[in-house]
């Protein structure tokens, strides 16, 4: 069966045609290239370095080792010492099409295909969501767990904080340096939003971690917790302290902008990893 591309996104359609329009970016079907057999990325003419999971089984070629962590596959004679985007050392690296790898791989555990983006002719990789449990309460959470992973609650719900805190910051260094209590209102307003966000964020975000990425220890992984615990808890120290001392801006500028510029020096190192571990760039 032939398989086609989305040159935008990167999704892979199997059929005798193109969709009519993308399900995962919405392009139309003018947009879809034809995946040569060889499994050369039709966007790029060298053959894709980097592909998800879901692609192992179509493009498994001899010299390909996949990171049993993340799902991204290597080129060469061994595995690499460290994966590129997860972190996760060569013993976690699989050979494309040995029985090792088959055998990984749960026989009755239920299983989630989530699209993920991609420069590569494959968009989704499948996640082991483990048995389904039998008492109803247990039933609703492992269903939440499953809406969550498939519809990308963690990279839509951080999107809330991480667009909110910058101007925040902007908003108590303006209200310090031209005593602008207007200002300084709109960044409480706005640290207020931030910290009701953040409880969905970092449980999504831990859901995340243990299910697509097997809650895998690396130092990248690491990295990311630290620094989201830092905003949470630089967060709240901002709208306790605006609480305790409503005037702080004007009484202590230099210590309040900085726990403000240390919380959002956190949520940019967390998005950057974030955004390595989901762009695999």
Known sequence: MKKWVCTVCGYVHEGDEPPDTCPVC???KSM????PEAGIDPIDPEPALTIPS???TAYAVEGKWECTVCGTLDEGDGPPAECPVCGADQSLFNRIGDAATK????IKAKTLETSRHSNSPAGSRKIDLGPEPSSFAARLHYWVIAQMLKHHAHPVSVHIPNGVIPFSVIF????ATFDCRALEIAAQCNMIFVVLALPLVLYSGY?????????FPSNRFIA???????VTVSAATVVVWWWIDPAVVQHKPGGFILVNLIM?????????IGGKLVFRD
């Open 54 to 56: 879901t692609a192992a």
């Open 32 to 35: 879809f290239e034809e995946v």
């Open 172 to 175: 108590v260094i303006l209200a």
């Open 264 to 272: 959002l020096f956190a949520a940019a190192v967390a998005g950057l």
């Open 224 to 230: 990311k917790i630290i620094s989201a615990v830092v």
């Open 26 to 28: 919405g392009a139309d």
């Open 103 to 106: 055998a990984s791989q749960p």
């Open 207 to 215: 859901v995340e971690w243990q299910k697509r990425y097997k809650g």
